[in-house]
């Protein structure tokens, strides 16, 4: 970073050099130093980064060249690779248990059982246990699962390539049931065509029989008795529906009720809502960035509460529209009621025109010798049947088109299960998205929380100087101004929430209380800052004694300034002692464990040089007696030195336990500080969570805000419906009337061509046989008319079957809404006890909240007594300076003692040469002298075993010398033990005695080494000792090193307690901020729940204005299937009325005999022939507005289809978790019979809700009708 701008540097030199050829540019080193840096300060502007080192490159200032291990070394000292380091060790991911199980779950489902209720917890514990996961990769918290770096995405690998294979599998499967549906179609039309090719080839061979023509003719009456039959079934089933209506409008009737209790209890909601939303506003106050979200999520619940009263008033106009459906329903089934009778009337007036047909049969019986003459016209008829077959063929292409429509149909579902599989990948996609950015969340989050800490940092370094009057004065100012800031705020804040109370005119009574509320939250708010004042840094008693003792304050300040420079100084020269004590300690355990490295080399040498050990034992001994004169005069200086030392640890042992009880105090306030930091993060997060759920409802009521639009376009097209079946209703009525009047006319000429058939039957029997070939031919036609109508019954009966089956399958959806009603009241049971529980949750909160304010009041008074106490620490470190300097008066007489100790050691040498024959001996005490060292320090076990054992050896020779040296090395180990403690005291000293001993412990193992060696390592003896003659001048040098470390800490000491105390003022106001935001967070959760509970609610009225639409259809379906077959019955009685009006004819043209009679007969044939034509011209006129009829039916059918594949789309994005639910909910069903004395009682509220909600319909019926 300080050479970046080399190259920079030289480009704009050359560009300078260009320039001068036209001008000078009068650019200056500094001025290109300042672009430079401009250039550096907008490049960290548009990041967002968490901190920024400067790092050399080179030190031979070239531009371009990177020193790759000073690099390393710079990131290595600014603590960057560590942080990284921590960063991975650590475990930065994180989940809650219910997300990972929802999410993760997919990879081994069948760790979780599907039945049985596991806790998340245990579940996404069993689920990683089975993935076969390093243990060591993840850890599970309370309430979350903690990953290490890099697991999560390897979780997310997994659970694509899980993914894949599951969707390859689907794909697989539908591809081939989908063939399978496609051959299995094409096995059924191959045998279809052999069936028909069959049927037509023994048709062909049969038809010409004489008793199947007998058949032909039998065939029509058969089928009007299978009519009656078919009649009487569908009067059961017409029956059986309306006591199903009569159910599902019971039904309805107590999910309405149950409705206007819910909103009840929302309007109360409500009002809760509103109270806490003016505590939010106070809390906001305190926190400026937590103000910005609070406005926002106002602004989107304002959207919401807009939204959800444009769906309310959706709600009531679809209630009206119902309602209308509903009355129009009555009024057809009123009509089909009158329609029944008149078909009653008519089937008595077909009995009696059967009994005439049966009397009329039983005369042609005796005609039929002369039917017998008509053989001829016979083939005629045979035609006339080819041509019913040729229809009936037609009827069944137009039977197979139907039935390729249906397959088209199914087609078209199942490619809409295929766009709503896309669909849900596509949700799925978007569910990885927001988990992206929910991590990119986090990371925001984690950085505002180092920004947090930066802030925090900077205050600690601006409240050093609170010592001083003129900051705390201007501290004041500041405070001041932020008040007054804070007073503007809270205007602004009054005027918006007025804004608010003129909008909500309706809730002037809550206004009130709100308006209470906020007042006695202004007199908390002047309260806490108050308590806030007296916490931060005990700055407010501070100003009171100031003002109190302004006259000693000046007097006293020259005093304390005194006194803080000597208490610093103290302190640094401590904090010395203490890094050189610890650099010490350091050295010698390296130097020591080099020591037991070569003790182990060597100790495979001396097993080897045993035996000249023990030829040299006799020479070790004399050289033993020597010893013994000097061991006798270092345990004389050695108990000098144990009373020195006792003395000086008792004094380290006070200041160790005044050190520990400051250092656990300050550890008590560093963890309270670390919970109410975590608390502070658990409560943003948690806000963040709010807020994305908040969006997700937002989406919810969008979508059923669409579903609702789609419901009111299918009403719009069901009145449209039922107005075309009331038209064509009215003209089957006026038909039917014509039919009737037709029918007396006929019969009136029938009795009157009777009475001329007795007059005159004997005269005209050639005229009648005329007139018999004429009426066969007559009969033929109106056969042949019969059998395609009877065609066009059959395929209106497989009609009616088929929307009996779609009646069928619409009241199995409507039983199992009802069980989702049922499931779904549960749920609103279960979240009234979550409320109430929540409500407890409050209460206690407001007790914590309480007690916390009395800990903040307590915690004051410690803060004084803290003060207190740190002056009387200051006075003991004055104590300590003074027994400090007789520490070190003393360390300088024992560094003199360890001075004439080296030349002892170079005079024990001497006698070592001297003293060869004795080496043995010597050898085996310095062996077992090294042995009890090694077993006291519990560094050297090894050697202290083997040297043991050949100290057990010699031991039988020399037992009483022995026994002496042990003592004189044990009083000398002693020693050794009181200045290893002395050395972990801190102070200088004594760690420099231990030091010095323990080099000569150090240099005495060599010698005992190069005693063992013999003659042969005498010389490197010699070096070893010149060696350790450097590291004592080393020893000195280190000590001058620990001496300035000491005072650096003490510095250290003094800097911490300044920040112990700036700390304990942050933790109060900490505590007040957490207070404020656990109020924030109540309040977001309570809001939460409102909306949760209107969706809900919204739901719920969704989905039983769906159930009323599918009744709805269902009952149009019926009425239509009903008025299908009132004009079927209308048509057979007209078909009948004509075969009434030929066999009149008939027996006219046989009675009458005569000539003159002829001619009559041949003008009523002409009038009958123009009222067959005009009947058949109704017939075809009817059979085309029937299928006008069945075609716009189709058309509306496939716009409702297409309609309702959007609301599916819909409905099962939100109803996929409640199908889930009503799953489990189904097994409960049973036990939900013993709550209906709970639902008697919650009918009532909902009556009231059904009148209160009438009477909006009423009010939005006449404000549409006057728009």
Not at 248 to 263: G, H, P, Y
Request: charged letters at 40%; a negative charge; aromatic letters at 4%.
């Amino acid at each position: 970073m300080g050479y970046a701008g080399a190259d920079s540097v030289q480009e704009t030199g050359g560009k300078g050099k260009e320039k001068k050829k036209k001008g000078s540019s009068f650019q200056t080193v500094s001025a290109l130093h300042r672009e430079n840096l401009h250039k550096l300060m907008t490049n960290l502007r548009s990041t967002h980064p968490h901190f920024v080192r400067c790092i050399i490159p080179n030190e031979s200032k070239t531009p371009g060249a990177m020193e790759n291990p000073l690099v390393m070394h710079q990131l290595r000292c600014n603590g960057v690779l560590e942080g990284i380091r921590i960063c991975r060790k650590g475990f930065p991911n994180r989940i809650l248990y219910a997300d990972f199980k929802q999410r993760y779950r997919i990879l081994n489902p069948s760790s979780i059982p599907e039945g049985q209720f596991i806790d998340n917890k245990k579940a996404s514990e069993k689920l990683l246990g089975s993935l076969e996961l390093d243990h060591n990769q993840y850890r599970l918290g309370h309430t979350k699962v903690f990953f290490k770096a890099g697991l999560l995405g390897l979780l997310e690998e997994m659970r694509d390539d899980r993914l894949a294979l599951i969707i390859t599998g689907i794909q697989a499967r539908s591809r081939g049931i989908l063939a399978r549906i496609e051959f299995q179609k094409i096995v059924e039309r191959r045998d279809a065509l052999l069936v028909i090719q069959w049927n037509v080839r023994a048709f062909m061979g049969v038809k010409n029989w004489p008793w199947m023509k007998m058949f032909f003719k039998i065939k029509p009456l058969l089928r009007s008795a299978e009519t009656e039959k078919e009649m009487a079934n569908m009067k059961e089933e017409f029956l059986k529906l309306k006591e199903a209506y009569a159910k599902s409008e019971a039904r309805r009737k107590e999910l309405e009720e149950k409705m206007v209790s819910i909103l009840q209890e929302k309007n109360d909601l409500q009002l809760q809502v509103q109270t806490e939303q003016d505590n939010l506003c106070d809390s906001e106050e305190r926190c400026e960035g937590l103000i910005k979200n609070k406005i926002q999520q106002e602004a989107k619940l304002k959207e919401l509460t807009e939204r959800l009263e444009d769906e309310e008033e959706m709600n009531s106009e679809l209630t009206a529209k119902k309602r209308k459906l509903e009355d129009e329903c009555s009024e057809l089934k009123k009509d089909i009621d009158d329609l029944e009778l008149t078909l009653a009337k008519v089937e008595k007036e077909k009995h009696a025109t059967e009994n005439k047909v049966k009397n009329l049969t039983e005369e042609m019986a005796a005609l039929e010798e002369m039917i017998a003459k008509l053989t001829k016209e016979k083939k005629a008829l045979q035609e006339a049947h080819q041509q019913t077959l040729d229809d009936l063929q037609s009827e069944e292409d137009k039977v197979n088109t139907l039935t390729k429509a249906k397959t088209k149909l199914e087609q078209q579902v199942d490619d809409l299960e295929g766009s709503l599989e896309q669909e849900k990948k596509v949700r799925m996609d978007l569910e990885r998205a927001k988990r992206k950015l929910e991590g990119d969340l986090k990371l925001a989050q984690e950085s505002i929380m180092d920004l947090e800490n930066d802030k925090q940092q900077l205050e600690e370094r601006l409240k050093k100087k609170d010592f001083e009057m003129s900051q705390i004065n201007g501290k004041l100012e500041d405070e001041q101004a932020m008040n007054a800031q804070l007073q503007k705020k809270l205007k602004e804040l009054q005027a918006r929430i007025e804004e608010l109370e003129e909008e909500l005119e309706a809730e002037r009574a809550a206004r009130a209380k709100v308006e209470k509320q906020r007042a006695d939250l202004s007199r908390e708010l002047e309260e806490i800052s108050e308590r806030l004042e007296e916490a931060g840094g005990a700055t407010a008693a501070q100003i009171e004694m100031n003002k109190k003792r302004e006259a000693e304050f000046q007097k006293l300040r020259r005093d304390l300034e005194e006194a803080t420079l000597q208490h610093e100084a103290t302190a640094a020269t401590l904090r010395k002692k203490q890094a050189d004590s610890v650099a010490d300690l350091g050295e010698q355990i390296d130097n020591l464990q080099r020591v037991k490295q070569k003790l182990e080399k060597e100790k495979s040498e001396l097993r080897l040089e045993l035996d000249d050990v023990v030829s040299n034992m006799e020479q070790i001994v004399k050289s033993k007696n020597n010893l013994e004169k000097m061991c006798r005069t270092l345990e004389d200086q050695m108990n000098e030195y144990k009373t020195k030392s006792e003395e000086g640890q008792r004094t380290i042992n006070d200041f160790n336990m005044q050190r520990a009880k400051l250092q656990t105090e300050n550890g008590e306030f560093a963890r309270q500080l670390e919970e109410k930091d975590s608390l502070v993060s658990q409560l943003t997060r948690g806000k963040q969570s709010y807020t994305q759920q908040l969006e997700d409802l937002k989406r919810q009521l969008e979508e059923e805000v669409k579903a609702k639009n789609a419901l009111a376009h299918a009403v719009q097209s069901s009145r449209h419906d039922c107005d075309l079946l009331r038209e064509q209703y009215e003209e089957e009525q006026e038909a039917k009337a014509e039919l009737q009047r037709g029918m007396s006319k006929a019969n009136s000429e029938v009795a009157q061509w009777r009475t001329k058939y007795e007059t005159d039957a004997v005269q005209r029997t050639e005229e009648l046989e005329d007139a018999k070939k004429k009426l066969a031919q007559r009969l033929q036609d109106a056969e042949e008319a019969v059998e395609a109508v009877n065609a066009k019954c059959s395929s209106l009966e497989k009609t009616k079957h088929r929307l009996q089956n779609e009646i069928e399958d619409l009241m199995v959806d409507v039983e199992r809404s009802n069980a989702a009603a049922a499931a779904l009241d549960k749920k609103q049971r279960n979240f009234d006890k979550v409320l109430s529980e929540w409500k407890q949750k409050y209460e206690e909160s407001q007790t914590e909240l309480e007690s916390s304010q009395k800990e903040a009041r307590s915690l004051s008074t410690e803060l004084f007594k803290l003060k207190n106490s740190y002056e009387e620490s200051i006075e003991h470190l004055e104590t300590l300076k003074r027994e400090n300097k007789n520490l070190q008066e003393e360390i300088s007489d024992l560094t003199e003692q360890i001075g004439e100790g080296g030349k002892s050691i170079h005079e024990l040498e001497k006698i070592r040469k001297q003293l060869e024959q004795e080496k043995s001996e010597i050898q085996t005490a310095l062996e077992e002298a090294e042995a009890t060292l090694e077993h006291e320090e519990g560094k050297i076990l090894r050697a202290q075993l083997e040297f043991n054992q050949i100290k057990a050896d010699i031991e039988r020779k020399l037992t009483e010398k022995d026994e002496e040296m042990e003592q004189a090395k044990r009083n000398q180990q002693r020693v050794v033990d009181t200045l290893q403690s002395s050395l972990e005291s801190e102070t200088r000293s004594r760690n420099e005695a231990l030091r010095l001993k323990k080099k000569m412990e150090g240099d005495l193992n060599e010698m005992e080494i190069q005693l063992s060696q013999a003659n042969r390592q005498a010389a490197e003896a010699q070096k070893q000792l010149k060696s350790i003659h450097t590291h004592l001048k080393d020893s000195q040098l280190h000590l001058d090193d620990s001496l300035r470390a000491n005072d650096d800490l003490k510095e250290n000491i003094a800097i911490v307690e300044r920040r112990n105390n700036l700390l304990q003022a942050e933790v109060e106001e900490l505590r007040s901020g957490l207070e404020q935001t656990e109020r924030g967070r109540k309040l977001a959760e309570q809001e939460l729940l409102d909306v949760s509970e209107r969706v809900q609610l919204l739901h719920s009225q969704n989905t039983s204005l769906l159930n009323q639409k599918k009744k709805l259809e269902s009952d149009t379906a019926q009425f239509q299937t009903e008025v299908e077959e009132a004009l079927q019955e209308s048509r057979n009685a007209e078909e009948k009325a004509k075969k009434a009006i030929t066999d009149a004819a008939m027996m006219a043209e046989e009675l009458k005999k005569e000539q003159d009679t002829s001619a009559h007969l041949e003008r009523m044939k002409k009038n009958m022939e123009q009222t067959i034509k005009d009947l058949q011209h109704r017939l075809d006129e009817a059979e085309q507005i029937a299928m006008k009829g069945g075609k716009k039916q189709v058309q509306k059918l496939e716009a409702r289809t297409r309609e309702l594949e959007t609301e599916v789309e819909n409905e099962q994005r939100k109803s996929s978790d409640a199908v889930k639910g009503v799953r489990k909910y189904e097994r409960r069903i049973k036990e939900l019979t013993y709550q209906t004395e709970e639902d008697r009682k919650n009918l009532a509220r909902l009556q009231d809700l059904v009148d209160k909600l009438q009477l909006k319909v009423k009010s939005y019926k006449r404000t549409s009708e006057e728009a």
